[in-house]
């Protein structure tokens, strides 16, 4: 199973022992989780700006990382002004990849959250802490 991290999670998740984000690093090291990225401008730009560039590059030498690009940028340009987040590249890449998991912060993004939720688009869940633990299967990714 793969998961997709939002931006607002960087910090808790940079630290292994943070107690909602153990859990999810727990699943990434034993269950053959993944965390899926997109090499989009956005996708880019966050990483960079939430200091993750380090921890993206060992990710992905672990194999914990996967990359998906073809088919983002068209799907994001096809939901601008159809959803009700900012968000178009998270929900873009989940459906792309048909990710059905996002990992963020619990006061996150609502209209996000909605979004990602919403039985028309993803129909997706959202990890916020670590009473979520069962969302985090041992399926492989997609």
Known sequence: ???????????????????????VWKWLDN?????????TKKFE??????GMNHLRDQLMRAGKLKLVSEGVEEKVDEL???IASNDEHIIALALIAEIKVLVSYR???????????NRELVSGKVYTRKAHARMLTKDTCP
């Open 45 to 50: 730009g966050e990483w960079e700006r939430g």
């Open 80 to 82: 601008k002004g159809k």
């Open 1 to 23: 199973m793969c998961v997709i991290l939002d931006t607002n999670t960087f910090g808790k998740f940079k630290n292994p022992n943070d107690a909602d984000m153990a859990p």
């Open 31 to 39: 269950r053959n989780g993944k965390i899926i990225y997109s090499n």
């Open 107 to 117: 006061e996150g993004d609502r209209d996000l959250f909605r979004d990602f939720k």
